[in-house]
């Protein structure tokens, strides 16, 4: 185990390793001597031959050998599908990676062809708004190019961005007194947990994506470097990563704002990422400034400024954004149900690491393909919160950041197939039937209008899918989650206009596995 406190970084004898550089060249048949350029999780060497090289030297604890070589796969694969990167050279032995092992150690060298132009730089990149175009296409074709990438052997497949370091063990390399930067990072990595994957959002990704990882030819063609630390994720994150340091730039919100409307445009036009996924990309934004905070105690120790140890709060603030401005989002934004496997009509809320019963439809969940008026159904799919209801002569005001309005005696809701206003409110007296929204019953005390079959309206496809309170007698409903007052009213606290309600009959929460 590294010892933290230390730095990954400060343990290593770079004049051993200067050796180590000059003894790996030979295996590719070169005579230069190497310039040493930087050591950060690896060791870089410029070779100054014709054509000029790059050699790179990975020390095991860092990545084991079979890691580099799926690395050198999957950069060899975006080559062959026509994506800018840096040619992997094999040895003389005709291998993409070579092993050298010491005393002490094992290390994994690899040569690179120098990319071609010049690093854009991390403040740079942001100067010229076409970057954000370039980048932006670059990533699309990246992800469109690794949607399809598909290691037939065990060493080619890459680990996961929650089997990193700085992620698997983030508790034990913060140190106790970093209190904060442990509860954001716990709350950040639970919001991570809870998202659902697929193989459409899902692959293998850059992991660092900033200007230092990025030439650019006199011809304006980006080529993106340093896949070392490539690694399954959501394909989101490898645009959060340059909107992040976006903000620790001096530049106008206005300016800002432009650089990632059109960095994320760019990229749609070429990968159709939903639009769910750009909804959040602040959440991932927000677990990149907690993971390089982690990142730093883990490669140089404790994180400084002015040669005094900074907090974290400060130094989130500082790093990422010289304004003070943090990105806010309640990262638990949807809300997760299924079906109980014993009782169709009874199921379990997942939401924000906690769950609570609910009651579902009396025929159970179905597609919303096959949901009919009137046929007793919950619908699966992801719906909308939309706005609250609310019986303000009978409850306390909700709290919540979703859009509210009391109910009063003249309103309903109509669920007459035939009528302009199918599944819309209605002001009473109404001429289709309809459903009162006053009620001497509890159930509509507090009400949540869901998004669905709204927008068209579609008829007979059903109507008034609530979430509301459920009955004393706990009997299932015609198609709404009810469960008790006081979890609907803790639930809605924490939601708002982006929260979704994820109905689903196979599933408590999203699977972490990937669907191939």
Request: proline share 4%; hydrophobic share 35%.
């Amino acid at each position: 185990m590294v010892v933290v406190m230390e730095g990954f970084a400060n343990q290593r004898n770079l004049e051993e390793l200067y050796d180590l550089a000059e003894s790996a060249i030979a295996l590719w048949g070169i005579s230069a001597k190497p310039q040493f350029i930087g050591a950060s999780e690896n060791i870089v060497y410029r070779i100054p031959s014709n054509p000029e090289y790059i050699l790179r030297i990975t020390e095991e604890r860092h990545r084991s050998v079979y890691n580099v070589r799926a690395e050198m796969a999957f950069m060899q694969f975006l080559a062959k599908n026509n994506l800018q990167v840096a040619g992997v050279i094999p040895s003389s032995a005709d291998n993409d990676v070579e092993e050298i092992k010491t005393a002490n150690s094992s290390y994994s060298i690899c040569m690179f062809e120098k990319a071609h132009g010049n690093i854009i730089g991390k403040d740079k990149l942001y100067n010229d708004i076409n970057n954000a175009k370039k980048l932006g296409r670059y990533l699309g074709y990246l992800h469109k190019t690794s949607a399809k990438y598909r290691p037939f052997l065990p060493w080619m497949r890459r680990f996961h961005y929650r089997d990193i370091n700085e992620i698997k063990n983030a508790l034990k390399i913060l140190p106790a007194k970093a209190k904060d930067a442990r509860v954001e990072f716990e709350k950040a990595i639970k919001w991570y947990n809870s998202l659902p994957i697929d193989k459409k959002v899902y692959g293998l990704s850059h992991m660092d994506a900033h200007g230092d990882n990025m030439f650019m030819d006199s011809n304006g063609k980006l080529t993106l470097i340093d896949f070392d630390g490539c690694a399954y994720n959501f394909f989101i994150y490898d645009l959060a990563v340059p909107l992040c340091y976006l903000n620790s730039l001096d530049l106008s919100d206005e300016y800002k704002q432009k650089f990632r409307d059109k960095l994320l445009s760019s990229y749609l036009e070429v990968y159709p990422l939903p639009q769910k996924w750009l909804d959040i990309i602040d959440g991932f934004i927000r677990l990149r400034m907690i993971e390089l905070y982690i990142w730093n105690w883990e490669m140089f120790g404790e994180p400084l400024e002015n040669n005094k140890p900074i907090h974290f709060t400060k130094w989130r603030n500082y790093k990422m954004d010289r304004t003070g401005n943090y990105p806010v989002l309640e990262l638990d934004n949807n809300i997760y149900v299924s079906a109980n496997a014993d009782d169709k009509t009874k199921g379990i809320i997942s939401f924000n690491g906690k769950k609570y019963p609910c009651l579902l439809g009396r025929s159970g969940i179905v597609s919303a393909e096959d949901k009919k008026e009137g046929d007793g159904a919950t619908p699966a799919g992801e719906w909308a919160m939309r706005r609250v209801f609310y019986r303000a002569d009978k409850i306390n005001t909700p709290k919540t950041k979703l859009p509210m309005q009391s109910i009063l005696k003249n309103i309903g809701w109509c669920d007459d197939a035939n009528c302009q206003s199918y599944n819309k409110l209605v002001e009473l007296p109404h001429d289709g039937s309809y459903e009162k929204m006053w009620r001497n019953d509890k159930l509509y005390d507090l009400v949540v209008e869901l998004g669905y079959n709204d927008s068209p309206a579609i008829k007979n496809k059903g109507s008034a899918i609530f979430m509301h309170v459920m009955h004393p007698n706990k009997t299932p409903t015609e198609g709404c989650i009810a469960l008790n007052l006081d979890s609907l009213y803790e639930i809605i606290s924490s939601c708002n206009s982006k929260s979704m309600l994820m109905v689903n009959s196979e599933r408590s929460k999203p699977t972490n596995e990937i669907k191939e």
